[in-house]
């Protein structure tokens, strides 16, 4: 519940026409049962990788996504980092910044 009140308010925060945390949250949900290691890696979670990519036109909205996906990382739990940096690359898709949590989303 927490996650889900801080996303509204990021949401509200960058305003109309912006990235948000609520469109990455719901790029990347149909991912987290294969960063768990609990599932394969499906269509729907490229699809959802793919329309985060194209949302993150500029500079600041994939700074933002990159927030978003460390935000989302330090809140589930058991997120096998190694199958999450692979995952643009299965999907065909060039993200233009590294997937783990230490990754300064300013740069």
């Known amino acids: 519940m927490a996650l889900m009140v801080a996303m509204a308010v990021a949401s509200a925060e960058l305003g109309e026409g912006a990235l948000t945390c609520g469109q990455v949250g719901t790029g990347v949900a149909s991912c987290l049962s294969y960063v768990m290691g ?19 036109r500029t500079t600041a909205d994939r700074q933002q996504a990159c927030r978003c996906l460390k935000d989302i ?3 589930a739990k058991s997120i096998n980092f190694g199958l999450a940096a692979g995952i643009p690359g299965k999907c065909g898709v060039s993200v233009g910044f590294p997937i783990n949590p230490s990754v300064d989303c300013n740069k």
Request: aromatic share 0%; net charge positive.
């Open 38 to 56: 609990k599932g394969p890696l499906t269509p729907g979670c490229c699809s959802g990788i793919k329309s985060i990519n194209a949302a993150a």
């Open 73 to 75: 990382a330090a809140s």
